[in-house]
């Protein structure tokens, strides 16, 4: 299963995406996280000790790694490169484990204005579509806005488009706008996760469940909010919520796309 999980800032990817890692890992999988947000955070949201977390180098920043596979230096506008670099042995070099799961810190993956597609970039983009094309790991990847920049290819590697969003009528605008986005690019499922749920909210959750394909509605839970606070993961620090994700998980693999 190759999971993505978007939606605008704060509304909880980051902590989806690192309690479904865990859960997952605790069922016997062999995940791979990736941190594919440049502001990165999951490493703690999976549990790592924020240290450790912190001494994490992005792949974007491994200078040696990038020209050895691509043949030129990273940020460089380089004429010739390796569109295709050899990534194979990245994930299991360098990932990091952490309570059963390995991460992976991608750091800034350029956008490449003006029709340049940079080195670093190449090395990203190929190493996320060998991770999302491997016949037996799971991946969830934790993605900062959109999969657009990482290329069509690799996009269409992911099975489902988790969008996370909180209740309210904007997050209907979100969930529209990457649906439409999602469906452009390649990817075959998008579903909800309406997170931070309050009691006055159980209608919006019901009618968004009408039109769209919604996984589940995850409540505001103060154990979530404490965890972050204490730099412990969710999983471990707060039981209600990692079981109503792991209720999802579950959803996720007995239903179906809604369209
Ligand atoms: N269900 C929840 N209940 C309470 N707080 C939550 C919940 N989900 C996320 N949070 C809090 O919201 C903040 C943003 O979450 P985060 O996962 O970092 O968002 P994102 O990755 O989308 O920017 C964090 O402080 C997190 O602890
Ligand atoms: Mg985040």
Do not use: W
């Not at 690019?185 to 998008?190: L, P």
Request: net charge negative; charged share 25%; with cysteine.
């Amino acid at each position: 299963m190759k999971l993505a999980v978007s939606g605008k800032g704060g509304v909880g990817k980051t902590t989806v995406a690192g309690t479904l890692a865990r859960i997952l890992a605790a069922r016997g999988m062999r995940v791979f996280a990736i941190d594919a947000d440049p502001d990165a955070n999951l490493a703690s949201a999976v549990g790592m000790a924020p240290e450790a977390a912190a001494a994490i180098t992005p792949i974007s920043d491994m200078t040696d790694l990038i020209k050895e596979r691509t043949g030129a230096e990273p940020g460089a506008v380089a004429p010739v490169y390796k569109m295709n670099p050899r990534v194979d042995d990245i994930p299991a070099r360098m990932s990091v484990p952490a309570h059963g799961v390995s991460l992976l810190k991608l750091g800034t993956v350029k956008k490449g204005g003006a029709g340049c597609i940079c080195p670093e970039s190449a090395l990203l983009r190929a190493l996320v579509s060998h991770l999302l094309l491997a016949e037996k790991e799971v991946v969830i990847v934790d993605m900062e806005a959109g999969l657009e920049h990482l290329g069509r290819a690799t996009a269409r590697g992911v099975d489902v488009m988790l969008v996370v969003v909180e209740p309210g009528r904007r997050s209907l605008q979100t969930a529209a706008a990457i649906s439409r986005l999602s469906a452009d690019i390649g990817i075959g499922r998008v579903a909800l996760v309406v997170n931070k749920v309050t009691g006055d909210d159980a209608g919006f959750c019901e009618e968004l469940a009408r039109e769209y394909d919604v996984l589940g509605c995850l409540p505001f839970d103060e154990d979530v909010r404490l965890a972050d606070l204490k730099e412990q993961a969710p999983y471990d620090a707060a039981p209600a919520y990692a079981a109503a994700v792991a209720r999802i998980l579950d959803r996720l693999e007995t239903s179906e796309s809604k369209d």
